[in-house]
């Protein structure tokens, strides 16, 4: 059998705030890299996953994107929009399953290559615990390799903590052996919370899929129980909500420029 691009990534995520509270969190986490053109065949080779039904592990196109068509025409029609074409180039997303039915996922990303395979593009699709998404879809500068540095203006609205005029920093290594995710947010004032994603590769194997499924039971479960009770100790520290604007119009910002801290 041909080797697949998708993959199986296990590691820790962080959380610090540093005003006006302090705070931290860490825990263990895993996600699946799945290459969108490799998904029919992916879970032909898995018993333990499965695409739009119940598994153990289950992929749904409708949690993702807008759900009305296929996801490599959602994402490819953005990149028209960005004025790239990605020629039907490798579209590989990174994001956490459903685990028996379940999942919420408070940051996915899309990495958008060419068909040569130079990574043209990072769509971050953002969900909140009130049910709506948004997303930004950032061209990665021409001949950037290491760590990817992209900035955004922050437009949707996610912890009830935190303002709406501020600023994410984005500081991305794509997927090998290795991939890594730190967010900065920042206001006018400087950094205000930072926020990690580091993960190591492992085949994509049912024997993998078992062995994650033991040793972090129920994450999906446990991420979005964890998001409401740290809310609670951030209340319990002092911290009043923000109120909550109306979604921006269009599902998807577009950064044309880099806006800069």
Not at 123 to 140: A, C, D, K, M
Not at 182 to 209: F, H, K, M, P, S
Request: aromatic share 10%; proline share 6%.
């Amino acid at each position: 059998m041909n080797a697949l691009k998708s993959g199986l990534y296990v590691g820790q995520v962080t959380h610090r705030r540093l005003r006006p509270r302090k705070h931290a969190l860490r825990y263990r986490t895993f996600a699946l890299l799945l290459d969108l053109d490799e998904l029919p065949e992916l879970v032909g080779r898995l018993r333990l996953l499965s695409r739009n039904s119940f598994n153990l592990f289950s992929f749904f196109d409708c949690d993702y994107g807008s759900g009305s068509k296929s996801l490599r025409e959602q994402v490819e029609g953005h990149a028209r929009q960005a004025e790239l074409d990605l020629d039907g180039g490798p579209i590989r997303l990174l994001t956490m399953p459903r685990i028996l039915g379940y999942a919420f996922n408070p940051i996915s990303l899309y990495f958008c290559h060419s068909r040569g395979g130079e990574l043209r593009a990072i769509l971050y699709e953002v969900n909140n615990t009130f049910g709506q998404r948004h997303s930004y879809f950032i061209p990665v500068e021409e001949g950037e390799v290491g760590p990817i540095s992209q900035f955004c203006a922050k437009q949707f609205y996610v912890s009830p903590f935190m303002a709406m005029d501020m600023t994410y920093e984005f500081t991305v290594t794509p997927p090998g052996e290795k991939v890594s995710i730190a967010i900065v947010e920042r206001d006018r004032q400087g950094v205000v919370l930072t926020a990690t994603q580091a993960q190591d590769r492992l085949e994509l194997t049912d024997a993998a899929l078992g062995k994650v499924f033991f040793s972090h039971p129920l994450l999906t479960l446990k991420v979005i129980v964890g998001i409401h009770l740290e809310a609670l100790v951030l209340w319990v520290k002092g911290m009043r909500l923000q109120v909550r604007p109306p979604p921006p119009d269009q599902p998807v910002t577009h950064v044309v420029r880099r806006v800069h801290k």
